[in-house]
């Protein structure tokens, strides 16, 4: 028996994964929340008085905060201030039944409280310890402040977007928290597998510590800059809606006030393209007949293409790109995204029920199992509202809690 088998899990292909989720704001309980999405049992740990920042950030109804229910999604949200030595106790007793725990906090913060690496693995030597931050455990910046925002200037990613003749411009979303919650994700199943399956009993004993620093996964996926830049001196820069190595792609106007994003990265996708345009020629012409020439005269080719569209309804557009099977898509907003035919018949959209808000509206979970799919059971819970259910599952009496409570731990 393992120490998770007990975990109360939600059903799925995790159910029995216990996860201690210690992490705040997106990217370590985003995490946890996809761990969450396929049966793992998350413990949400939060401060008593502040807790999640998720719980103050952004859109709200009726003073619940809509981040919160989507970050907290599928989790049994409790109360520790980890900072006094009793919190720091009890954490390092639900380790003991856990077999993740996810952290965000500064580097050396849970030192100074006591759960350092090697004290948690010595109190549950088949833990995984994920540790999620700006910049990551070492290096010269480790102790900076390290929001989503810096890992998206820091990573070459805000250098490339937006226009030549404007700023660099930074993403509407928490790009970076979330590239590395998918990242630190796969990080712990890959962990969980080494622990689990190996064939070495003695590495099935132990867990291990995963390092995820905000810009590097950022990093990793802006694909061979490094390469280009080492190899042929290229230093990438903005170029719009652009890309550096096929033509045409971009978003292109039409006549009704809406957008529709075109790509051709192929000479049989360009030359659908250039027959909805009605002019099956251009493919033809020197300019235009292979993808390195596109690239080349992007420029001349967008204006044409904006041309036709914004004679055009988008509706209109888009018929004619399908009828000739060329790479078009409306540009939507939400408010077209929850009524888009596509959306629907997919469910790539779902009502979860919530307790305060009667349900929430949350794109489902991603990405789709045919037999062990996973399921939001239930949206952000209220903060501390686990606490009598966790703390008895590690032995503790309602008179325990309450005394704690007083203490200003849970």
């Not at 003991?96 to 965000?104: F, K, M, N, R």
Request: charged fraction near 25%; hydrophobic fraction near 40%; charge should be negative.
């Amino acid at each position: 028996m393992t120490v998770t088998d007990r975990a109360p899990g939600g059903g799925g292909p995790l159910d029995g994964v216990r996860v201690i989720d210690a992490a705040t704001v997106v990217a370590g309980p985003g995490i946890a929340a996809r761990l969450g999405d396929f049966g793992a049992d998350v413990i949400k740990v939060e401060h008593p008085i502040t807790g999640d920042s998720t719980r103050s950030l952004g859109w709200s109804d009726r003073g619940v905060t809509l981040w919160w229910k989507w970050i907290g999604r599928n989790k049994r949200p409790v109360t520790i201030d980890l900072a006094k030595p009793e919190g720091a106790d009890l954490l390092l007793r639900l380790a003991g039944t856990a077999d993740v725990l996810i952290e965000s906090f500064r580097p050396g913060t849970f030192e100074r409280w006591g759960l350092s690496p090697e004290v948690l693995l010595e109190r549950n030597p088949r833990l995984i310890l994920v540790r999620t931050s700006g910049f990551g455990q070492t290096g010269p910046y480790r102790n900076r402040p390290g929001f989503g925002t810096l890992a998206e200037s820091m990573s070459g990613y805000a250098h490339m977007t937006g226009f030549p003749d404007g700023p660099p411009v930074l993403p509407p979303v928490a790009l970076a928290d979330e590239v590395a919650a998918l990242l630190g994700a796969y990080a712990v199943m890959v962990a969980l597998y080494a622990r689990d399956a190996g064939d070495d009993p003695d590495a099935r004993s132990h867990g291990q510590v995963v390092h995820l620093a905000l810009f590097e996964p950022l990093f990793q996926i802006t694909g061979p800059v490094a390469a280009a830049y080492d190899r042929l001196g290229v230093l990438p820069g903005r170029i719009g809606n652009a890309i550096a190595y096929a033509a045409p792609r971009g978003s292109y106007p039409t006549k009704d006030g809406r957008w529709v994003g075109v790509s051709g990265t192929t000479d049989s996708i360009a030359r659908r393209i250039f027959a909805a345009l009605g002019r099956p020629e251009l493919i033809a012409d020197e300019r235009f007949a292979t993808n390195a020439a596109r690239v080349k005269n992007v420029k001349i080719l967008d204006e044409l293409i904006a041309e036709w569209t914004s004679q055009r309804t988008l509706d209109d557009a888009m018929e004619t790109f399908e009828r000739h099977q060329a790479a078009a898509a409306p540009i939507l907003d939400i408010e077209r995204i929850v009524a888009d035919p596509q959306y629907l018949d997919r469910g790539t959209l779902v009502r979860v029920p919530d307790q305060e808000l009667g349900d929430v509206l949350l794109a489902d979970v991603q990405p789709r199992l045919s037999r062990t799919p996973g399921r939001i059971r239930h949206a952000g819970l209220p903060k501390g509202s686990a606490n009598g259910e966790v703390f008895a599952e590690l032995g503790l009496s309602p008179e325990d809690v309450e005394r704690l409570h007083d203490l200003g731990v849970v």
